[in-house]
């Protein structure tokens, strides 16, 4: 015979009614029990411990760090620091020119060589790449100069670094910068495309081909 429970559960189904009921011989299941973890006290753990090695230091007037890139050029291992660097004009701080640091290690030391861009105020981002380099400013705020997209590689006998312009842009805001980008197949064409970011305005750009 069937035993009513003291807990019953109604479903109602198609206006007819269920009741859960459940013989009084059966018994509650019961979870399986796991065995305790064991513990290797042996070895108890050590913190970790890190180290600090400067790389380079800057000696002039206040810089901001906006991005910092590695990888190899000409065969070197290479850093890239991209910049905004300001000096004190009639007691307030003013933009220079954008400045990327190419930082490549030697025996005494990281040497450092200066690129700057006359165009912008800041370089936001710099990458290596196809045998050069890649970076993003924007103009000094206000000035109405327009964001730039460029690819440097060196040129001449001596090096020199030469530019050539990708992707200019304005749009309407008091700062015309392309704040970030990333290169990569977005379309499923099998083929990279460059998606930029503006500061100001919220402008996504993607350059193709």
């Avoid at 009084?24 to 070895?43: F, I, K, L, M, R």
């Avoid at 600090?52 to 620091?81: A, F, H, M, N, Q």
Wanted: hydrophobic letters at 35%; proline letters at 6%.
């Amino acid at each position: 015979m069937l035993k009513m429970t003291s807990g019953l559960a109604f479903l109602g189904l198609g206006g007819g009614l269920l009741v859960s009921c459940a013989s009084s011989e059966d018994a509650a299941p019961t979870a399986p029990t796991e065995p305790a973890p064991v513990v290797d006290e042996s070895q108890p753990e050590s913190p970790l411990e890190f180290t600090r090695t400067e790389v380079y230091r800057w000696p002039g007037s206040s810089t901001v760090v906006w991005s910092i890139e590695g990888g190899e050029l000409d065969g070197e291992p290479t850093l890239l620091v991209s910049e905004a660097r300001f000096a004190i004009q009639d007691g307030k701080p003013a933009l220079r020119p954008a400045t990327l640091e190419v930082l490549t290690p030697h025996e005494d030391g990281w040497k450092s060589e200066t690129l700057t861009d006359k165009e912008g105020a800041v370089f936001h981002k710099a990458i290596l790449h196809d045998g050069g380099i890649l970076t993003i400013s924007g103009g000094i705020p206000g000035s109405g100069q327009p964001a730039m997209f460029k690819h440097w590689k060196r040129s001449g006998s001596e090096g020199q670094w030469q530019f050539k312009r990708i992707w200019v842009g304005s749009w309407s805001g008091n700062l015309n910068r392309i704040r970030d980008f990333e290169i990569g197949d977005v379309d499923g064409d099998g083929l990279d495309e460059v998606v930029l970011g503006t500061h100001d305005q919220g402008v996504i750009a993607i350059l193709d081909g």
